[in-house]
């Protein structure tokens, strides 16, 4: 069964330091997605992209927060500049339509961020 | 706005026993639903979902939920629990004024005692 798939699996990055979370969604997947889960919290949007732009954006993803699918097979979510704050699991997803056309969101194993 | 609501944050059941585990929905016009499991130190797992139909929705290793929208709610459930269905469980919506996100509850931790 396809897989949407992250790396890396966890990382840990001093407080200031630029992160970027890989992504391969799903092969015929059209729409792209982050959320995150802080520890013991609720999974949180964060940004949906089609035909690459963002469709959508949390008040979350601030001007620290950037996604780029460089080619044809990643997705891409770079933190310019971590905060303690920012520690978390991040989770990237893919769905080949939209929610409304009753399409199911996929999600990938996460990608642990601590930042010290 | 659109929201989900898990009344509980743990459920425990024997094996073998039925288990429910509840959601209830504040949504305008049609609610899409779904369940998301996520096992230890794994991601989102997608269960079912419910787009419309039959109210009751059969999903992955056996469980099913039912919509009810008289109580606003989409109840997960499983006739018989395994220790292998202990995890965090997730309730979601779409979000009506987009189409392409949805949103989470704030999950019910499963655990099945042996």
């Known amino acids: 069964e396809p897989e949407v798939t992250q790396t890396p699996s966890h990382q840990v990055t001093q407080m200031g330091q630029e992160v970027i979370l890989r992504c391969v969604p799903i092969s015929n997947h059209l729409y792209f997605y982050w959320y995150r889960q802080i520890l013991g919290q609720k999974v949180e949007f964060l940004v949906s992209?089609?035909?690459?732009?963002?469709?959508?954006k949390s008040e979350i993803f601030d001007d620290q927060f950037s996604v780029e699918r460089p080619d044809g097979s990643n997705f891409t979510l770079k933190i310019r500049s971590t905060k303690l704050e920012d520690s978390a699991m991040y989770f990237c997803?893919?769905?080949?339509?939209?929610?409304?056309?009753?399409?199911?969101?996929?999600f990938g194993e996460g990608s642990w961020l601590t930042v010290v | 706005a659109q929201s989900v609501a898990q009344p509980e944050d743990q459920v425990n059941v024997a094996e073998g026993n039925p288990l429910t585990v509840k959601c209830t929905y504040s949504v305008s016009g049609n609610p899409y639903l779904f369940w998301y499991v996520q096992y230890p130190n794994r991601g989102l797992q997608f269960l079912l979902k419910y787009i419309t139909g039959d109210n009751l929705v059969k999903g992955s290793y056996g469980f099913e939920a039912e919509f009810n929208k008289s109580q606003t709610s989409f109840h997960l459930k499983k006739p018989s629990a395994l220790v292998s269905d202990s995890a965090l469980y997730f309730c979601?919506?779409?979000?009506?004024?987009?189409?392409?996100?949805?949103?989470f509850g704030k999950g019910t931790r499963l655990h099945i005692l042996p």
């Open positions: 992209f089609y035909n690459n732009e963002i469709s959508e």
């Open positions: 997803a893919s769905s080949d339509g939209q929610i409304n056309s009753g399409n199911t969101i996929y």
């Open positions: 979601a919506v779409r979000d009506i004024n987009r189409d392409d996100k949805i949103i």
